[in-house]
């Protein structure tokens, strides 16, 4: 999820040479010309332990290979075809195959990893909607026909209505997912689908969230994934829980489909089969599918056929995986409560959208809960530096009242929590005539505290709700910008912690193959091990940070209060 983004592109022709910019690769092995490169040091040496890691995000599909220690050892990127037309997003299931293809063979080639090397692989990927037939081929999704584009990707809004009548159902269900579906949740891209094309709906053999049809295309096995059944279907996890028999939950029938909601939205002939199309079965993340990599999806990856292959995760919630226990050493009497120290963190993984992670021991009812010129610096770096040269120009008492005027409320895409409300539009208050880079830098800046004020939100929203948080764990690409931290410590007033592996998504997936391959007995056993701490960011001690922020915080809450307002205003206008 992490990273640039390519622009949105229409009508580019699928599967065309992927050029992208490539960074000198320190191995002689030749690497394809098709893919965005980065490696770090590595040692050669007998039968090591080495786990793969692929995280498939808006943009792109990477791959990342891991000692075990955690330690990156070679990472690659391949890019993506993407299409929007107004409300909807799609991609194609074989285009992203071909990607993280290419991406595995230049990861290992960097890395100096040859394919019998890998000892466990993992999926993670966006939660986004595939459709195949019978025969696994692809199945449009689309208005255009085109049978390519057979995945409704995770930021598409076509199905606001539909999500507007599933929760008008008032269902049990809805309880465990903030009291309402997003549009970009799984049912009501189903039933828009079924309600707007019918043929695609009749061809349809499975429906599977992105991650899982990945490990399905690799293993052959159907099994889902507890985290993207439970997170974007409506799953009841605690019914699984209440059914399970020993450990191992591979082969388990599911039991935690309720029936009646989907008979309820118009669904019901999903139920039919034992949920044939949408899952039979569902394991815990990390457990072993099938026998492994099929020696088909073996030679295309450029690895060994039975290489283990752990259940998936959503791309959110492998960062998690792969971030939540990235905390400094604790002393002795800290580890006697450590299982109760990781229900105090939150882990925000800053990519396309930030997602928010936090995990309880006992069960949590939230509403609402469930982001061109060239330069030889970034963009982001530019206006950070300009941010900083106007704070004695405009003699700023500290940075972050340089915005004292300026007030972005940053939901240009609805929001997601804690709100739930996909109506929801973003708001830009203070705007000039000035077209200044100085304007940008405060526009930018202003954004940015938009931001972690939202993040504030979510975490008094949980911690008014039964969880204790007070401290935040950051990986993606966002959080190697030292001002979007920096300002997030100060709006929260608690420490960031940042991992000393910066690919936690691609470090979270590979924690998957770690666990499938019996190097560790558990998802928890291998995070403690392959997790580890780098830098902390600690708020200002300023009490003026603190009491501006607060102020600007409370502008930002009435920003959306006045914009319901508003719409009630106009929705009588139109009565």
Known sequence: MSGLRRPWLDNTPILSSRKEKQHTSPVSRSSPSSVEMSTAAATTTPRRSIFLGVDVGTGSARAGLFDDSGKLLGSASSPIQIWKEGDCVEQSSTDIWHAICAAVKSACSLANVAGDEVTGMGFAATCSLVAVDADGSPVTVSWSGDSRRNVIVWMDHRAVKQAEKINSSNSPVLQYCGGALSPEMEPPKLLWVKENLPESWSMVFRWMDLSDWLSYRATGDDTRSLCTTVCKWTYLGHAHMQQLNGKDSRNMETCGWDDDFWEEIGLGDLVDGHHAKIGRSVAFPGHPLGSGLTPTAAQELGLVAGTPVGTSLIDAHAGGVGIMESVPELGSEAKENDNEAICHRMALICGTSTCHMAVSRNKLFIPGVWGPFWSEISMFELLSNTIKTMIDELKSPFLAALTEHIHVLPD????????????????????????????????????????????????????????????????????????????????????IVLPRESESVLLGAAIL??????????????????????????????????????????????LYEQQLSQRSIMAQALE
């Open 513 to 558: 193959g770690a666990v499938a391959s019996k190097k560790y007995s558990s998802l928890t056993e291998a995070m403690k091990a392959l997790n580890a701490a780098g830098q902390v960011i600690h708020p200002s001690k300023n009490p003026k940070v603190k009491k501006y922020h607060d102020a600007k915080y409370r502008i930002f809450r009435e």
């Open 412 to 495: 240009f895409h609805g929001n997601r929590s804690p709100i739930a409300d996909p109506k929801s539009k973003g708001i830009v208050f203070g705007l000039t005539l000035e077209t200044s880079e100085r304007q940008l830098a405060l526009l930018y800046l202003a954004t940015v505290q938009g931001i972690a004020y939202g993040t504030r939100h979510i975490v008094e929203h949980c911690n008014a709700h039964g969880h204790k948080i007070d401290t935040l764990l950051a990986c993606g690409g966002l959080s190697k910008n030292s001002l979007y931290i920096q300002e997030h410590a100060d709006i929260l007033g608690c420490p």
